[in-house]
């Protein structure tokens, strides 16, 4: 018999009326973490990242698309129209049953289905309510209709204007969709935080966050040096910035007076630390192109990124290489941290890899992932066990496709 291993939020119970990755992405944390995380998708199309490529084909013959996959490990599918009448009933009654309601529809949308935190909370005075949006629920947002996907939020942040080269096109999410990541990690904190309100004070309340909000947080360096005077695309005094070695790049932060003496004995270059260009950090940035990057390259370029790296962090420089996939995928880091979870795929013998929990604690082991669900997989089991609903009355919901 296989031990049941218990989270640190075992207990936790969520509803997650989600799509994509906004919220999925916190659920899939929460759930990783103990929590039983429900999922409500359309009984047609499902979450709509069921949709999205590349896709894989699943047990039961439909394409589940990678922004499905990456994002609902340990899930339950409950497949509900909340658009027909009976269906909205369904989730009413559900909602006394469950901690959280999250959701990360169109601000309005919730509210018009009768389904918005204002008409569930008189069934549920506990109940924690989370909206993801692109500008918000609970302030007024001269973009509030707008739709958002995380590279709007993005850009409306400040990444992409802040390093962007005169003439060039910004370049649009340069690594996947940290607006739905970061929001998802907002998200989270809230949605913990009212939790613990609630076992204060027995009151739950409505936790919202606009994804633009959270990519102002996490650019936060943009507007804090303007404030500070900064203006244009100036660069950060000293050393920020990539070098190539003999296989790819590497990049190096010494933005210290003391880095950069430690840098330049370390690249064989103690010269410069008696040269009056390099008295300031200033200099260090104003002699980058002429005089910087080549002596380094010089010293790099019979070194692999990972060997001059290693080099350098020797000699207590922070320096990182910059990985390709391959070179993630092979690092012995990842690989002890358990980062990448290998989750066998019904189509190919080879396995799809999502990522794993950045999470360590000392005193609660790791859960085994399992796969996601089957759209509607799980909607007999929920509406029986949670409404006590019979095979007859399960039926008649089908027969109005209701339920899947």
């Known amino acids: 018999m296989t031990e049941t291993v218990e989270g640190p939020l075992t207990g936790v119970r969520i509803l997650a009326i989600e799509q994509m990755q906004a919220l999925p992405f916190a659920t899939q944390l929460l759930a990783r973490m103990g929590a039983e995380v429900v999922k409500i998708e359309h009984p047609v199309t499902g979450d709509s990242g069921r949709g999205a490529l590349p896709a ?90 707008w739709p958002a996907y995380a590279p709007i939020a993005e850009a409306m942040g400040g990444f992409y204007e802040y390093r962007r080269e005169e003439g060039t096109p910004p370049a649009v999410s340069p690594a996947g969709a940290l607006g739905d990541i970061g929001s998802s990690l907002f998200a989270a904190i809230g949605l913990l935080a009212a939790l613990r309100q609630r076992d204060r004070t027995g009151k739950g309340q409505h936790v919202d966050v606009a994804m633009f909000d959270a990519m102002v947080a996490m650019a936060d360096i943009v507007p804090h040096f303007w404030s500070m005077g900064v ?105 002890s941290h358990d980062m990448l979870l290998r989750i066998p795929r019904p189509d ?11 999470i360590k604690m000392s005193g609660t082991p790791e859960r085994p992932p399992h796969r996601w669900p089957m759209l509607g997989e799980h909607t007999d089991k929920v509406l029986r066990t949670e409404l006590g609903l019979s095979d007859d009355d399960l039926k008649a919901l089908r027969a109005k496709k209701v339920v899947l």
């Open 56 to 145: 894989v084909k699943d047990v039961d013959g439909r394409s589940v698309g990678a922004t499905y996959l990456r994002n609902n490990l340990d899930k339950q599918s409950v497949a509900i129209d909340m658009k027909a009448p009976e269906g909205r009933e369904l989730i009413r009654k559900l909602v006394p049953r469950f901690d959280v309601v999250g959701e990360n529809f169109k601000p309005g949308t919730m509210d018009r289905m009768g389904l918005g935190y204002k008409d569930l909370a008189p069934l549920h005075p506990g109940l924690v309510y989370v909206s993801v949006s692109g500008f918000g629920n609970l302030l007024p947002s001269p973009y509030g209709s």
């Open 231 to 335: 203006r244009g695309k100036r660069r950060t005094p000293g050393i920020f910035d990539g070098f190539r070695a003999m296989d790819g790049y590497f990049v190096v932060q010494a933005v210290r007076d003391h880095q950069l003496q430690q840098f330049a004995r370390a690249v064989g270059h103690a010269e410069w630390l008696e040269d009056e260009r390099f008295k300031t950090r200033d200099g260090w940035r104003e002699q980058m192109d002429t005089v910087v990057r080549p002596g380094v390259e010089a010293w790099a370029a019979d070194k692999t990124k990972l060997e001059a790296t290693t080099a350098l962090a020797e000699q207590g420089i922070a320096a990182g290489p910059c990985f390709t996939t391959e070179d993630l995928v092979a690092d012995p880091h990842v690989a």
């Open 348 to 358: 190919s013998d080879e396995p799809m890899l999502v990522v794993g929990n950045p």
